[in-house]
């Protein structure tokens, strides 16, 4: 049988494909289990510093995979409280993945399709693709994605589209912030290649730094800002001592490229 998650990895890009075209990309447990395992070795991998996730065929991912999850709807609760937290651990590595993460959507992503987009930090979306939180359809909720999704859309959209899952457009989802570009799909691989670029060119710690900054403030209240901006600093003090942001600094000083550009 062959592999549901298939990796490659080049010049500094680990490309993670979901590989079930003939079950849309559904997301079963062997799928969740490899997809999991191949992100915690791209984050200890120092030879990946860019990972960009896609699907096989001519759909993104359709969600969980319906077959198993009506098989366990005679489970006891406590086999299914294993299976949504094995789900909820991929969306947790997905976004707190130390490296950037770049989702190439090249069709129809549904459910947990739209938790992997939320848990990744740059979407680029084939125009042509549509969308839904298709869940209160069959009797259920998007309760694990929703930590995830909830942190793009807010929750205005989510009232909306958790209760009536409606089909979303690529524009759409640009529009509720779950996605960044949308593109022709022959404009799909060029105009992620040029992010990738981008993203190769930042100093590989400065950028898991600033991951970790933005879920840490992204979300303070008011009162708060203030006391975070100073924890902030100190932050930027540190890392302005370290070897990186020395080298960052000698390099631009001295017309040169980092060490850590390959260009």
């Not at 959507?105 to 298709?134: P, Q, R, S, W």
């Not at 009232?159 to 409606?166: N, P």
């Not at 981008?198 to 898991?208: T, V």
Request: hydrophobic residues 45%; neutral net charge.
């Amino acid at each position: 049988m062959s592999a549901t998650v298939l990796t490659t990895i080049a010049e500094g890009i680990a490309r993670i494909t979901l590989n079930r075209p003939a079950k849309r990309n559904a997301l079963d447990r062997a799928t969740i289990g490899a997809l999991t395992a191949e992100l915690r070795s791209c984050a200890a991998d120092p030879a990946v510093r860019v990972v960009q996730l896609t699907g096989a065929g001519k759909t993104f991912c359709a969600g969980a995979d319906l077959t198993e999850m009506q098989e366990q709807a005679g489970a006891a609760e406590s086999a299914n409280l294993r299976d949504a937290e094995q789900l909820a651990a991929l969306f947790a590595e997905l976004d707190s993945l130390p490296k950037p993460t770049l989702a190439r959507v090249n069709g129809d992503g549904y459910g947990g399709a739209l938790g992997l987009l939320a848990a990744c930090d740059i979407v680029v979306v084939v125009d042509e693709a549509k969308f839904a939180f298709t869940e209160v359809r069959l009797g259920i909720i998007p309760a694990v994605i929703s930590p995830f999704v909830l942190g793009k859309i807010g929750e205005r959209a989510a009232r909306r589209y958790f209760l009536t899952a409606e089909t979303l457009s690529a524009t759409d989802l640009v529009r509720l912030g779950l996605g960044h570009e949308v593109v022709p799909a022959d404009l799909l691989d060029s105009s992620c290649t040029r992010f990738t670029e981008a993203l190769l060119k930042g100093a590989p710690g400065a950028q898991a730094e600033a991951k970790t900054l933005i879920r840490d403030m992204a979300h303070a209240r008011p009162k708060e800002r203030a006391a975070s901006a100073v924890e902030a600093a100190a932050r930027l003090a540190r890392l302005r001592t370290q070897a990186e942001a020395q080298e960052g600094f000698a390099a631009f000083f001295a017309k040169r490229r980092p060490t850590w550009r390959r260009d």
